[in-house]
């Protein structure tokens, strides 16, 4: 290929990275191979497989994006080059996983030399580095816990193992990973530990074992993440129904508490509330070090709100600053794309940053924001928290499975709406409003006294409420 088409060929991966995301290009494109012949745009891999799983996966963006970067006519083809090193693919819904390991897999030739360190570290780890560092980390009540044990973790590697941290979406999981991953990384450098860090999503994971199943070898796999010092895995739910993927994870996690490594582990919900993944790996989770991370406080998305105007080179008053982090309250994507339009709205406009601009241009994700409440969706979410029919909480049925719930309903329509006694009492089966001012006494005494109400395992009430509150921002 001549200079002229590897330029092209560079512009065009530089390009596929900005469609189809860091990561995606990770997982099916940076280890296939572009070749541009004449008219022709070959992507090459080394099996059908792969190169199916490829075409399947983002065979439309390499279309699409080639025709902007190349401007010409020209077609795109795949071929089978088995001299390419084989990309980290995945599974298409054409082809589910394997329910078994393959015989063949664990017999297929490999290469008999262990890949070099620095080799596994960058094609596994290095799909995305959003953050650097743990200290631009902001700290508050909602997540000290976990940054604490981060800290730990990284001052004695294997003392908190693993370390299982689960929460909502946009509260930091990703950023408090991806900090130890990176300062793990350095720290072995400079020679303070041994043992390759790897980071990965657990759709890279299962990716990969598929890969290893279909052709690449299950000795080579087994030995790029069991002689880890430092296994870092995100999105630990999509695990979820990948009983051969489960099986292969169960056995790297006991290979790597067995040698005394770290592991680290970040989820939706508790390991408690993974229990599709089954018995063994929830108990895993859970004998580690558990952090749930929360929605952050005023004080903590003053900070982010602050820290981010400051990333964004952005020059913000204090009031401005407390108003964005007053009325974003549910997670710092929120904080960050209330700054950014705030910053295109007075760019626009030609106008300084000011409380009246803030208020004015943010005037409508203000609102989508702050949605009122209904006893309608009190009532959905409490159904969806706890495996309900719907009118469940209507119903005559007093068994604790229901009537706990029912009573939390009414708490939260206390708690959030301005609906009556009478309203709310009638609303949840024509129930007089005494029950509703005894449901209030009894979930508050649950909440002083830090009690489990006995049901959906061991979640206490304060468990319980943050799940429906959970159910009630994502609705």
């Known amino acids: 290929m001549t200079t002229r088409g590897k330029d092209i060929i560079a512009d065009l991966r530089a390009a596929l990275v900005q469609c189809v995301g860091a ?162 990384k350095r720290q072995r450098q400079l020679s303070r530990f041994g043992g390759v860090p790897v980071y990965l999503s657990a759709e890279q994971f299962t990716s990969q074992f598929l890969e290893a199943l279909h052709g690449s070898g299950l000795p080579l796999f087994r030995r790029k993440y069991r002689d880890v010092g430092l296994l870092v895995i995100d999105d630990v739910q999509f695990f979820v129904g990948k009983r051969a993927t489960l099986t292969e994870l169960l056995h790297t996690i006991d290979s790597l508490l067995g040698a005394n490594r770290q592991l680290v582990f970040a989820a939706d919900r508790a390991p408690a509330s993974l229990t599709a993944l089954g018995p063994e790996l929830a108990a895993r989770f859970a004998g580690g070090m558990v952090c749930r991370i929360d929605a952050p406080d005023y004080d903590t998305r003053l900070q982010i709100v602050r820290q981010l105007a400051g990333r964004f080179g952005m020059t913000i008053s204090g009031s401005v600053a407390a108003y964005i982090a007053t009325h974003f309250s549910s997670h710092a994507r929120e904080l960050s794309g209330a700054l950014k339009r705030l910053e295109a709205s007075s760019l626009a406009l030609d106008r300084p940053i000011t409380l009246e601009l803030a208020g004015h241009c943010l005037a409508d994700l203000v609102h989508q924001h702050h949605q009122p409440v209904r006893l309608p969706d009190i009532e959905k979410a409490v159904c969806e928290v706890f495996g309900l029919q719907p009118d469940s909480l209507k119903s005559n049925r007093k068994a604790k499975e229901v009537s706990f719930p029912r009573m939390l309903a009414m708490f939260l329509a206390r708690k959030y709406t301005r609906s009556p006694l009478s309203e709310i009492g009638n609303f949840f089966g024509q129930r007089a409003h005494s029950t509703v001012i005894s449901a209030q006494k009894k979930i508050t005494a649950l909440i002083s006294n830090g009690s489990s109400p006995g049901v959906h395992g061991s979640w206490n009430v304060d468990e319980a409420i943050r799940r429906v509150e959970e159910q009630l921002r994502a609705s």
């Open 23 to 184: 990561a995606r290009y990770d997982l099916w494109l940076r280890s296939a191979n572009l070749v541009l012949e004449d008219a022709t745009l070959f992507v090459e891999s080394p099996n059908r497989f792969t190169l199916d799983a490829v075409r399947n996966q983002v065979g439309q963006e390499i279309q699409q994006t080639a025709a902007i970067v190349v401007g010409a006519k020209f077609t795109v083809a795949y071929r089978v080059n088995e001299l390419v090193v084989a990309p980290i693919s995945g599974k298409t819904d054409s082809q589910p996983e394997c329910e078994s390991q393959q015989s063949t897999g664990d017999t297929a030739p490999i290469d008999n030399v262990p890949q070099p360190a620095d080799a596994v570290d960058a094609s596994v780890s290095g799909y995305r580095r959003r953050f650097e560092s743990l200290e631009a980390f902001v700290v508050g009540s909602s997540n000290s816990l976990a940054f604490k044990s981060a800290e730990i973790v990284l001052e004695k590697p294997g003392s908190l193992s693993p370390l299982f941290v689960y929460g909502p979406t946009g509260v930091g999981k990703t950023h408090l990973l991806e900090g130890i991953y990176s300062a793990f």
